[in-house]
């Protein structure tokens, strides 16, 4: 996945268009389109289809129930090991299931299980579900919950654990995981990363980073499809003494033993809560095939390029306010009066963004998809719109 610079991007590495000619044949992308919300839901790459109806006509249909014990059992763990590779975390340490906002409460609950602290520092910026799941957390366990930007965090010895996204949702400045993870260990605090808008943006180093828990979900970026299980990191040295707050059947020691009471389970399955939605997880699955040869710094430098390439011609052909800093994912944002009308019509030019209340234009740049062609007409659209 070589690339070379674009003329007029400035960044290294940048966009080799024949290459993403091809990886973006991988999707069903309807002709004509401009496709840049894949922060908020990824295309379906090509072959998913089909795989979904063998695992409906013959998993299903012909091997039924004996299709749990030819490998159904074990598909969060062996997804989930599939997304580890791209977030950084060694294999027995990623599973797949449930939805963000669950894993999340698992996430909090088990970083405070037993603490004597007594705050919960949530970023001020956050997506709202993880502020909802936070102070849920705080009303049953009686910590207080405290907003912050993650510039000014002000953690203290009372603080448990720290709640950050990677990448602000809204704005899509990317925030610095090791610094940050570091400034929560040296108060002896714990940290939970949400990666939703980072996880198949650029490399991520959990393990390398020591963080103590981390969450995301997989229909952005990695294109697992609408309401795409979600995952949870749980580090193996954490393992043994992470407890789930949802003890279901499927994270006991032994879940067809059928015991009256619950034993956890000694590795990353103990996160595993019900019985896993197989279709969505195949899907998923399928999906994750066109990440197997994708190296992730090169993706990263392609994203930055792409979304230079944006910002440099939405600020020559309108007067619009960029407000995604330099340090930033793959996505610009743009202040912009009428932001829903506009985005509205940008949609029916065939550019797909979307908008968040009341004045910001968001769009996501997905590199294997997502061209220079694209990021140009996309600027060009929005200007002729503008004007």
Not at 138 to 163: C, F, M, N, Q
Request: hydrophobic share 40%.
């Amino acid at each position: 996945m070589a690339g070379e610079a674009h003329p007029t991007s400035g960044v290294p590495g940048a966009v080799d268009r024949e290459e993403l000619r091809v990886r973006r044949e991988l999707f069903d992308i309807p002709e004509g389109v401009v496709y840049l919300d894949g922060n908020s839901l990824g295309p379906p790459p090509k072959h998913v289809a089909a795989r979904m109806q063998e695992v409906v006509a013959h998993q299903w249909g012909t091997r039924l129930i004996r299709s749990w014990s030819e490998g159904w059992w074990e598909t969060p763990q062996r997804v989930g090991d599939r997304v580890g590779r791209l977030v950084g975390a060694a294999p027995g340490q990623v599973v797949v299931g449930d939805s963000t906002s669950v894993n999340v409460f698992k996430a909090l609950m088990g970083a405070v299980k037993g603490t004597e602290r007594t705050e919960i520092v949530c970023d001020e910026s956050t997506f709202p579900t993880d502020g909802y799941i936070a102070q849920s957390v705080a009303s049953l366990t009686g910590l207080k919950i405290r907003a912050a930007h993650p510039s000014s965090l002000d953690l203290t010895e009372d603080t448990a654990v720290v709640l950050l996204n990677q990448v602000d949702y809204r704005t899509g400045e990317l925030h610095d995981m090791r610094a940050l993870t570091e400034q929560a260990h040296a108060v002896g605090a714990q940290v939970v990363w949400d990666l939703c808008h980072s996880a198949g943006v650029l490399p991520i180093e959990l393990d390398a980073l020591q963080v103590d828990f981390a969450i995301g979900c997989t229909y952005k970026f990695l294109n697992g499809g609408p309401g795409a299980p979600a995952f949870i990191y749980v580090p193996k040295h954490k393992q043994a003494t992470f407890e789930n707050p949802l003890s279901g059947w499927n994270g006991h020691r032994e879940p067809f033993g059928m015991r009256p009471s619950y034993e956890p389970d000694p590795g990353i399955a103990r996160a595993r809560v019900g019985t896993p939605d197989i279709l969505s997880m195949l899907a998923l699955d399928a999906a994750l095939d066109v990440w197997d040869d994708v190296d992730l710094a090169e993706l990263r430098q392609r994203g930055l390029a792409l979304t230079a390439l944006f910002r440099e011609h939405v600020e020559k052909l309108t007067k619009l306010e960029v407000i995604t800093p330099e340090n930033r994912g793959n996505q610009i944002s743009v202040r912009c009066p009428d932001a829903r009308a506009v985005m509205d019509e940008l949609i029916a030019r065939g550019v797909i963004g979307d908008h968040r209340p009341p004045d910001v234009l968001r769009f996501g740049f997905a590199p294997l998809y997502v061209t220079d062609e694209d990021a140009v007409k996309a600027a060009e659209v929005l200007a002729e719109i503008i004007r």
